[in-house]
């Protein structure tokens, strides 16, 4: 795989999104994406909206249109200035060294994103949750620029010929909160921008998950919202 300093911007793509039943990600064909059913907007989203106009609600029923418009604006940019921080870590400290205060640090170079108070739960509009091998939501695909977070997640699985396990989003930390830089869909698994914790090394790393090597926890995936 890539590096992650070595992303590079991805266009805008044209996705789908089929109606239908939540499924298990052991369900997705060769090749499918991270998408599920829609519902009807309740209001039409307007990508043209500019930094004096008020906040949208995230709550706020959006369409998969919305939601693609949504990524165009702001997703992008997240990524860009997740990937200069990351750059930046190798030579000087970036955020807090908590998990939020690196996105934080992320969305201070993101003009246009809102901002939320919390550690990550109320951080745009939701668009995925699962919880153990069951996923509960997926109205849109997990794009670059996304913020993932993870709450008292156990996974485990092979890596190759190897098994592996990973614990995550535990203890005192709270929630590992982190920002999508890629994603791999026949796999089921994201690459993560976020803050390290370990001692004497970078303070942002990029980590890989398999997410339907999830055994217990919680995983919430959202796009960002913008004034």
Not at 88 to 104: E, P, Q, T
Not at 158 to 175: D, M, R
Not at 213 to 220: A, F, I, T
Request: hydrophobic share 35%; with cysteine.
């Amino acid at each position: 795989m890539t590096s992650s300093a070595q992303w590079e911007l991805p266009s805008i793509p044209q996705a789908t999104y089929e109606s239908g039943d939540e499924a298990d990600l052991a369900s997705f064909s060769e090749d499918s994406t991270f998408h599920g059913s829609t519902s009807t907007p309740t209001r039409k989203f307007d990508s043209r909206s500019t930094p004096g106009q008020i906040a949208r609600p995230v709550d706020q029923e959006l369409s998969a249109d919305d939601l693609m418009a949504l990524w165009g604006k702001i997703g992008v940019q997240v990524v860009e200035s997740a990937t200069g921080l990351f750059e930046k870590s190798k030579r000087s400290l970036v955020g807090d060294g908590s998990y939020a205060g690196f996105v934080k640090a992320v969305f201070s170079q993101v003009p246009d994103v809102q901002r939320v108070p919390g550690e990550g739960e109320d951080w745009g509009y939701l668009i995925y949750v699962q919880s153990a091998s069951s996923v509960q939501r997926r109205i849109a695909d997990i794009l670059p620029g996304d913020v993932i977070a993870f709450w008292d997640a156990k996974l485990k699985g092979h890596k190759g010929l190897q098994t592996y396990s990973q614990t995550v989003g535990t203890g005192e930390n709270g929630p590992l909160v982190g920002v999508v830089s890629e994603v791999e869909s026949k796999k089921c698994k994201v690459r993560v921008w976020q803050a390290n914790q370990h001692v004497g090394q970078q303070t942002v790393e990029n980590v890989s998950y398999r997410l339907e090597d999830l055994k217990s926890g919680v995983v919430k995936v959202r796009h960002l919202l913008f004034f």
